[in-house]
């Protein structure tokens, strides 16, 4: 298997303070895996827990639980996301776990623990621009396929319907696919393109229909940034603001 660490260092994932291992098999992993979530009710609500308590610690009362929970669902979203798109643009490279072969140390802090089994996970090499386009593809196919059991089950932590649900695991998959471009506006606005092609991921099957559609690159101080499709609701905890991909900010044009 490759090196999936320095895959993710020379992407661009560095700087997100992923900490990533390989084992041999499942049987191997220590942490919570998104099967876990999905099958346990007392494992998602203790792991919804452990947010609120850990955002009550940095920011305070009025850090609402519904809020941890929207941050857990970005967080489980968002490392299935990294591995399945978000290296297709550098690397040309789709590693697609199952629901119980990928680990997770709960809560993300500074750091974001994660361990990988290597006898659950499908790899997929695209060398040229056909074959990455059918990589976005499949790849938006399958993270459809694997969050879509945990919809139910995360709807009375999130007190939010589908569509808040479905917004946030797209977004932490346009996050990453702009993270793997490197920030470079055209490969940015290229990849996130193939990922949105609704033809191609129709010829997957309708499961990648779930998704949302419509990516959009907005400003900031930092460079252009995908605006998302839902709101990280940071902004409802006293003393924050909007962020600049914020789809609360109304956009010119």
């Known amino acids: ?9 020379s992407a661009g994932f ?8 390989t084992v ?3 049987s191997a992993l220590r942490g919570t895996t998104l099967a876990q979530l999905v099958e346990d009710p007392g494992a998602l609500a203790s792991a919804v827990d452990a947010y609120a308590d850990l955002q009550q610690e940095q920011f305070g009362p009025t850090a609402a639980r519904h809020v941890a929970a929207l941050w857990l ?4 979203s968002w490392i299935h996301a990294v591995l399945s798109v978000g290296l297709i643009s ?8 199952s629901d119980d072969g990928l680990a997770m140390e709960l809560p993300r802090d500074m750091f974001f623990g994660v361990q990988l089994a290597e006898d659950a996970v499908m790899t997929t090499v ?21 969050l879509a059991p945990l919809q139910e089950p995360m709807h009375e932590h999130l007190r939010a319907g ?15 696919i702009c993270t793997g471009a490197n920030g470079d506006e055209h490969r940015m606005a290229s990849t996130l393109a193939s990922f949105d092609d609704a033809d191609t991921a129709a010829s997957c099957d309708d499961a990648s229909a779930q998704l949302l559609s419509g990516e ?7 460079g252009p940034i995908r605006r998302r499709h839902g709101c990280c609701l940071l902004y409802t905890i006293e003393g924050m603001s909007l962020c600049f991909s914020c789809p609360r900010i109304r956009v010119a044009g």
């Open 1 to 9: 298997m490759a090196d999936v660490t320095a895959l993710l260092r």
């Open 14 to 21: 560095a700087g997100d303070g992923v900490e990533l291992r």
């Open 24 to 26: 041999a098999g499942r």
């Open 73 to 76: 669902l970005q967080d489980v």
């Open 90 to 97: 550098a690397h040309g490279v789709s590693l697609r776990c």
């Open 126 to 146: 695209a060398t040229n621009q056909a074959e990455r386009a059918l990589a976005y593809a499949e790849a938006r196919h399958h993270l459809a396929a694997l």
């Open 162 to 176: 589908a569509r808040a649900f479905w917004a946030c695991v797209t977004d932490m998959a346009t996050g990453a």
């Open 216 to 222: 959009q690159l907005v400003s900031s101080p930092a």
